[in-house]
Structures are given as structure tokens and as C-alpha cells.
């Protein structure tokens, strides 16, 4: 049934083919071995496209910014992708619209490139999935990458850390201010919105921001701006793109894309084989003999779960390094 | 300096010897190997504990809830253990206040122990130390360990899989439904507590709920309970005290106890593994010579990361079965 090799699958993509863009999708998606040997074929021709994250609490109106921030690409001309990640169900992979319905107005646009992407429960897998659907996304020719994720957990962190620039959306008196800022947000932001500014609450938020800022132990080379916007007014979207390309220009001047891109492998290596890990050893311990009696005997607590884990990686190291 | 041996230590711990168990935390949040020792000499007198995970959005009044649940254990005469996780800053590991001033009020109470936990950008670390902790807490005598968790992100949901019952704070009108919706909870929920029940909407946050319970393609042999709360006003917290009863005793009756607790150990053995992998493969990529050559490769695009995470385990292996 799969008569496209991988060589040709790569070279559709690079002529921007976006059938084989999707295709090749969905085979990630489905963990298809061949999947792995078209993305290593891509990524020689990857490290064009400009990848930015938007992120923020549920009901912070990012979504709508995101689809603004389209609108205003594709008016300069641009190929645009974007990722939105769905923390939905980590059990059932289900999702109930939400960002779908918002990002439609873009459906038929064929400059502009849309991938929803579910959490699955898998552990790491959304990480990984991402950066390898950057890849796409940038080897079939999208000049900007949008990476839409919710909240502020560990995982959306890890995602930001694969963006060039890192956008944090924030709403006047959503919950507790104090909530909002101690998430981690000041370290991850390299530009602040401040949406739904034209509600009560926006000058307080932002004088919090900058008192924070104030506060912070060292100055840094890129004091975060902060823009004011009314996304669903198309208010702020070119004041935030141009603090896009400041910020982008920044990191060029100061050797700052490098040393981001260092990261950044460095952390998607790390995360190829923490994940190569995880599913060998997982499905060891759920559907080998031995693994399950391991558990058992965790479980009856005749066995410490530290020896067990010894135990579970040394049965299945053959296995990690060929998941990879 | 360190003159207690983990046997010593581990006996302090049993004992109920609070400061045994603060200095063990402190250990482990620094990683000192003996630390691990210490764990796995208090495992075996594990397992007595109930654990109850209490997640929600930031703004939904959970650690309010928290403080009333501690006040209801209490009064029941039971020894309590809190573990707040704080999403803080990744980067910096500093945590600005909040759910610490909430709790303030148990301060002084010698049969409540509560540790805040930031997360530390550690890939995985978080999930990690919450597994630990939960075991010194329940290894001291604490009848009851609350595990409070900010937000739905992939790492909370993780967090709650180590829990025997799961409450999910909901309170009405806070953000879009369909965003706080589409997060997951319906699948990771044992209760629902629909708090601040005195404002507008609660009732339609309510019918939501239960619309979607509805919607369910199989129904489960536990249908959550809604639980109509006020946490700020004492309200609800007894009948939440009874629903988790209920359910800990539908856990005993279906063979669900042991059930979970395969299930968070084949989950806490994989994150384990995983870890080791991780920091062994992270390190590497850092510090070693061969390692940033490797990273330099991959950011020239002459080295695709596949092959490279490939080679980078290779060379860890044995740092890794080490580093558990």
C-alpha cells in the first residue's frame, strides 16, 4: 500500500508539496519507521523558517492573536505554519474543537499551512512530535512557524524552548495575578501581550509586569517588551510583529541564534532518547513476562522501585537504542 | 558533615521524626545519592497512605480547598502531608509566594507537613520527586498525602496518575468552557468539585459537566460526582470528604487499588529510567567534548538528530543504568 519511498516523499515536500506534507504527518503521528527516514532526508534543507511560540493561560484569547498574526503574515507574503497543541485528552486523544473553529477563516487559504496536535499521554511524546512537525512545516517551505500552545505546564515550557522567539499572552485579572506570573512565565517571555487591553485591569497588569521586571536579579541583554492588544480588534498585531523581528534581529546580532539552535538540539537530542526510553521500557513492563512480574513485586513492595528501574533498563537497552 | 547513615536516617523517618524527613527532601532536591539509599530502605513500609490528587486552573480556588481539606483530616485526628506543586520558573527555580500564604494558617499544626515543590526545568524531574516525596510522607505516618497541582499541562497530568483519587477544581465562568473543557479533565477526574458555587454560572458549569458525562461512549463502572462547593466559606468539604471516601472504597471493592497501583508503578519505573536517560544524555551533550561536537553537527545541518541522538546514547549507556 505505502509505494512512496522515503526519497520521494522528502523531495514532494521540498517542492512544497502539501499532500505529502500531511501524509508524512499522519505517519508520524502513527510512529511509521519510514516516517523517521523522510525527516532525516528533510532536515538537511531545514533552519530557514522563523519559529515563534505563543503561548498563555486557557481564556487569554491566543488563539485569536494567533489568527491575526496569520493574517498580518500572509498579507507580507508569506507561507505560514502553524502548530496549535491541544492538551485535550491524555487518555482518549479526543478533542473538543475550541482552536479549530477560531483558526477556520484560514481553512482555504493554501499559503497557510494548519496542524492540530493532541497530547496523547505518551510521556514526552508531545515534545518530540513537535519539533519533528517544525521540521516539516520548514522544509516544505513556511517562511514563519506558529507554535500555539495552552497554559504553562512543563510540557508547554518545553515546547517554548524550541521557538526562536517566544511570545506569552497575558489578560488583565484572569484569576489570580499572583498565579499567572509565578508560572515561570517571566523566564520563558521574550515578548509580553497584554490582550483584551481595553478591559479594566490592563494598566495594572502591565504596571505588575514591569515590577517584576524591576525586580529581576540581573538586566538582561533583551528586556522583554510588552504590547498592548485587542487581538479580536486587530489592535497591536503589527506593533507585535515588529517586536517579532526586533527580537529576531537582536538574537542575530549578539550571536543569540546560534546559542538558541545549540540549545535547542541539545534539547531535542536529549528528548529523542529520554523518549526511546521511555516507550522500550514501557512496553517492557506491560507486555514482557518479566516486566510485569517486576511491577508485581513493586507493587507487593518485596523489591525497591529504584533496583526495578536498574533492572528495567539493563533488559532493555538493545531495545532504547533501536526505538530511536 | 554528613554523619547520618540512610539506615539511621530511614529509622528517624519511621519513627515520624519530621526533621528526619524535611533534611531526606532536602537530599533529594539536591540529589545526593545517599538520598536514594535512604528511599529505598523506607519503601518497604510503604503503601499505608491514602493519596489524593487536587488539580485545577490557576484562579479556582484549589488551595483554598486544600486548606479546608487538611482542617476536615485533622479534625478526624489523622496526620496529614501536602505536597504543592509550584510550576514556578523553570529557570530560575524561584517561586513567588501564593499557595505558600494560603497555607499558612497550618503552619504550626506539628500533624500537618507541607512541602512546596517548584519545578526546575528538569526534563521529567518534577514527576519524579513527587513519587519520592509522597513515599517519605507516607513512610512518616501520614494517613492522608494531598497533592496539589496548578494548571492541566501533560507534567500535572502525570503528577495525578501517582494519585489513588483525583479531584478536579472547576469553577464557573472562568475562561471558556470549552478551553478549560477540552483539557483533559473529564478523562483524569474521580470527583469533580465545581467551587465558588455562590457566583453566576454554577449551575451552567454544572450542566456542562454532566451534559459531557452524557456524551461518554462507555460508561464507567465510577460515574465522578459532582461536588458543589465553597471552599472560601467552609462549604462542600465535608460531602468532598465523603466522595473520596466513596471512591476509595469503589477502588477496594473492584480490585482498582491494585490496579492504580500497577499503573503508577510501571508509570514510576518508566520515569525513572527516563530520568536517568535524560540527565546521563543531557550531560554528555553539555560537558563532553565529543558530545558538542555532536550538538555543533546537528545545528550545521551535516548530521541529521536522529543519528545523532543515536550516538548520543550509545556513548551513555552506561552513565545511564549508573545514574538511577
Excluded at 67 to 90: C, N, T
Excluded at 100 to 110: F, L, S, T, V, Y
Excluded at 154 to 167: G, K, L, N, P
Excluded at 312 to 320: E, G, N
Aim: charged share 20%.
Amino acid at each position: 500500500m505505502n509505494t512512496v519511498t522515503p526519497a520521494e516523499a522528502a523531495a514532494a515536500i521540498l517542492r512544497g508539496n502539501v499532500r505529502a506534507a500531511a501524509r508524512l504527518m499522519r505517519l508520524l503521528d502513527d510512529r511509521q519507521p519510514g516516517a523517521t527516514e523522510t525527516l532525516r532526508l528533510l532536515y538537511p534543507h531545514t533552519g530557514r523558517a522563523q519559529v515563534i511560540g505563543i503561548t498563555g493561560n486557557p481564556g487569554s484569547g491566543k488563539s485569536t492573536l494567533t489568527s491575526r498574526l496569520i493574517a498580518f503574515y500572509r498579507a507580507e507574503g508569506k507561507k505560514v505554519g502553524v502548530l496549535a497543541i491541544d492538551p485535550s485528552s491524555p487518555f482518549s486523544g479526543g478533542a473538543i474543537l475550541g482552536d479549530r473553529i477560531r483558526m477556520m477563516e484560514h481553512a482555504g487559504d493554501p499559503g497557510v499551512f494548519i496542524r492540530s496536535l493532541a497530547t496523547r499521554g505518551a510521556l514526552g511524546g508531545l515534545s518530540r512530535s513537535t519539533t519533528d512537525l517544525v521540521h516539516v512545516m520548514d522544509a516544505m517551505g513556511c517562511d514563519v512557524v506558529l507554535i500555539e500552545t495552552v497554559g504553562v505546564g512543563q510540557d508547554e515550557i518545553d515546547i517554548v524552548r524550541t521557538a526562536h522567539t517566544t511570545v506569552v499572552v497575558l489578560v488583565p485579572g484572569l484569576g489570580d495575578d499572583i498565579q499567572a506570573i509565578k508560572a515561570g512565565i517571566l523566564e520563558i517571555a521574550d515578548i509580553f501581550v497584554v490582550n483584551k487591553a481595553d478591559i479594566d485591569g490592563a494598566d495594572r497588569t502591565i504596571g505588575d509586569l514591569r515590577g517584576l521586571q524591576m525586580l529581576m536579579t540581573e538586566m538582561p541583554q533583551w528586556l522583554p517588551p510588552i504590547v498592548r492588544a485587542v487581538a479580536a480588534r486587530n489592535e497591536g498585531i503589527a506593533e507585535l510583529a515588529t517586536k517579532i523581528q526586533e527580537h529576531t534581529a537582536h538574537l542575530a546580532e549578539n550571536g543569540g541564534h546560534t546559542e538558541r539552535e545549540r540549545a535547542r538540539v541539545t534539547f531535542v537530542l536529549t528528548q529523542l532518547a529520554r523518549d526511546a526510553t521511555s516507550r522500550s521500557v514501557e512496553a517492557w513492563l506491560r507486555g514482557d513476562e518479566a516486566g510485569r512480574t517486576l511491577v508485581d513485586a513493586v507493587v507487593a513492595r518485596t523489591c525497591d522501585p529504584y533496583a526495578a528501574a536498574q533492572t528495567a533498563m539493563s533488559h532493555t537497552i538493545v531495545r532504547q537504542v533501536a526505538a530511536l
